[in-house]
């Protein structure tokens, strides 16, 4: 069975399957050929009485070995090939399938899309989901398609030696898979049962390990462990069970086999019992018989697998369709909106003032939208940092940095966010940042603050207002060109088993020894490389063999070398310990001068020596100035920054 919705999947090549199958027959074709080709030999040798539909097998020594040796090179290389293509169909396809369907996870932007499906789930389409459908395609669909070409060679051979004999053999090959369908159906109902109970075992064993502390404060750990045992006992005698219907319909398939090969024999023996050459007729028809049964018997046993694997491909295709979908109605909703021509095309950076010279961006907006607003605006009429919004330009980042209204920086205008479930994160947020300098942005947990990150970095859309970055609406761009402009560090950034090289290179660009270890020493982990042997030093997966503070200081290290116009460190520091603090400072100070460096923290300590400092409270700008500035208002900002000194340096605390 050949699934339509599986050939549309990226990487499907049914012309290669085709190819497979075309260079297993031939293989086969020559194994079937060299059978009588020995038995004639043999026959010869012993001086029995050759049917006459082997006269064209030569009786010279010398060309009957060069037939035998011509048809064993062309099954070998049948074979060799066949493997070569099938490995290069499973190489390419597995890669774009897989990439396919991790990207389907995020949306353009790179936001993680919304699903339905369990991690678990997830996982396994996209690792055994995956392997599934590239043997589909390399294995199943060539035997099936092998398996209708074998017809034609079962009477291609047998035809001249018996007729009687064929026509049983090719009827035979008709009534395998009718007899094997009641088995067949079964134990593909078995095996879709047994991917229900695998997923439900390991979505049960991912939600009781990620709640595990909370089971253990409240004494249920014993008892998840109890069901989780229950399910997995329940998942191995399903599984049994898959291999019991496996053995059953290759015991059905090889009944019809054995029946078919028999009665072919018996009939060749019966029709050519007058004749001296019966003997040598019946032994060709038992032995090509039964190889002419060999890839449709194999085709019974991935009969169960084929089936999976379009259940399995279904279920790939049904999250990409619902990706594509999902981009289509955002592209025509954002063209619907926005109701004008591009704006400009190219790479866009911080500083930019107009539309770049190549690329695309998608959507377009009036330039005026992505100014500071001029003398009008609400952030030129704030008088204190107790008020909502900022200072004058006076306080803001240096003087010589700011652009005026011109369309280098950050602008927000009217800033609101509202999640799904109906919070609203962010209101009316309205502020300047230059090109460059280091601004900090605090406040509360549940201020707004990761929000305001996470709009700029794309990973959420659908704000209200305006936030421009370097003269375009951040949903105006594109994930690519985000990416190239900033760099975004977060504080649960994962590391990955390997090496510290590999850590901080994980794309392979190559970087040089001398520009890993800048990087490494501007945060203060020359020691580690040290004390870990060298840049080749393992890293245990998650980091595991690392503090929590040196794998946050990885993390920044690795952002680092990608030299952005934008750093945003959303709690990127929040594992720190205060010993490192004058460092990360020193660093901070050094990238402000080429780059805007946006802080993120509920740590106040860690923007003590911004250029300016952003106070949200319950997602609204409510104090703005430099930290003396903040302190000698006495507002909210000093009343925070005294209580975490109380805690963090009693005597800092104290004065």
């Not at 991690?119 to 995956?130: H, I, P």
């Amino acid at each position: 069975m050949i699934s339509k919705r599986l050939l549309h999947l990226p990487g499907a090549q049914i012309g290669a399957s085709l190819a497979l199958a075309l260079l297993q027959t031939l293989g086969a074709l020559a194994e079937v050929l060299l059978l009588p080709v020995i038995i004639t030999a043999l026959g010869r040798s012993l001086g029995l009485q050759i049917p006459e539909a082997l006269a064209w097998v030569p009786a010279h020594s010398g060309a009957l070995l060069g037939w035998m040796i011509g048809l064993v090179l062309v099954r070998c290389l049948s074979q060799v090939i066949a493997q070569a293509v099938s490995a290069r169909v499973a190489d390419r396809m597995g890669h774009a399938l897989s990439q396919a369907l991790y990207l389907s996870m995020f949306d353009e932007a790179g936001q993680e899309g919304d699903s339905d499906l369990p991690a678990q789930t997830l996982a396994r389409l996209s690792t055994e989901g995956v392997k599934s459908v590239v043997s589909y395609f390399t294995s199943y669909v060539p035997a099936l398609i092998q398996t209708g070409l074998m017809l034609v060679v079962a009477l291609a051979v047998l035809l001249p030696v018996s007729p009687l004999a064929a026509g049983i053999v090719f009827l035979g090959m008709l009534l395998l898979p009718i007899a094997s369908k009641p088995a067949m159906g079964k134990n593909v109902k078995v095996q879709l049962g047994q991917l229900r109970k695998y997923d439900q075992v390991g979505v049960h064993f991912e939600h009781a390990l990620r709640g595990l502390n909370t089971l253990k404060i409240f004494g249920g750990d014993q008892r998840q462990a109890d069901d989780l045992s229950k399910e997995s006992e329940g998942f191995r005698r399903i599984t049994m069970g898959v291999l019991a219907g496996q053995l059953r319909s290759l015991i059905k398939a090889d009944g019809v086999i054995y029946v078919s090969v028999i009665l072919s024999v018996l009939a060749t023996v019966l029709a050519g019992r007058n004749t001296a050459s019966w003997l040598l007729a019946s032994l060709i028809v038992a032995m090509v018989g039964v190889r002419l049964f060999v890839p449709e018997r194999q085709l019974v046993y991935m009969m169960h697998s084929g089936m999976v694997s379009i259940k399995q491909g279904k279920a790939i295709d049904d999250i990409l369709q619902a990706r594509e979908e999902a981009s289509g109605s955002e592209t025509a909703n954002a063209e619907s909106l926005a109701g004008a021509e591009p704006s400009g095309s190219g790479p866009v950076t911080l500083g930019s003032t107009g539309p770049a010279s190549t690329g695309e961006i998608s959507v377009g907006r009036e330039p005026g939208d992505c100014t500071n607003g001029g003398a009008e605006s609400a952030i030129r009429e704030a008088k204190s940092p107790t008020t909502s919004g900022t200072h004058g330009d006076s306080h803001g980042p240096r003087d010589s940095r700011d652009g005026g209204d011109d369309l280098s920086g950050i602008h927000a205008r009217n800033l609101t966010y509202t999640y799904p479930d109906g919070f609203r994160a962010l209101t009316d947020l309205t502020f300047d940042l230059p090109s460059r300098g280091h601004v900090g942005l605090v406040g509360a947990s549940g201020s707004g603050k990761s929000t305001l990150a996470s709009l700029l970095s794309g990973r959420l859309r659908g704000y209200a207002g305006d936030l421009c970055i370097g003269g375009h609406q951040v949903w105006d761009l594109s994930r690519q060109e985000l990416v190239a402009m900033e760099t975004m560090v977060r504080g649960t950034d994962r590391l990955f088993a390997g090496t510290i090289r590999s850590n901080l290179d994980p794309a392979g660009l190559g970087y040089s020894d001398e520009e890993l270890l800048a990087a490494l020493e501007q945060v203060d982990l020359t020691g580690l490389v040290g004390r870990k042997g060298g840049l080749d030093g393992p890293i245990d997966p998650e980091g595991g063999n690392l503090s929590g503070g040196q794998r946050q200081r990885l993390s920044i290290a690795r952002g680092l070398l990608r030299h952005s116009s934008l750093y945003v460190f959303d709690e990127a520091t929040s594992a720190v310990d205060r010993d490192h603090d004058a460092n990360l400072a020193a660093l901070m100070d050094g990238l402000e001068q080429e780059s805007l460096v946006l802080t993120v923290t509920h740590r106040l300590a860690g923007v003590r020596r911004a250029d300016s400092i952003l106070f949200l409270e319950e997602g609204r700008l409510a104090e703005r100035g430099d930290f003396q500035e903040l302190m000698d208002a006495g507002g909210r900002f000093a009343a925070q920054w005294k209580e975490q000194a109380r805690y963090e340096d009693p005597e800092e605390g104290a004065r």
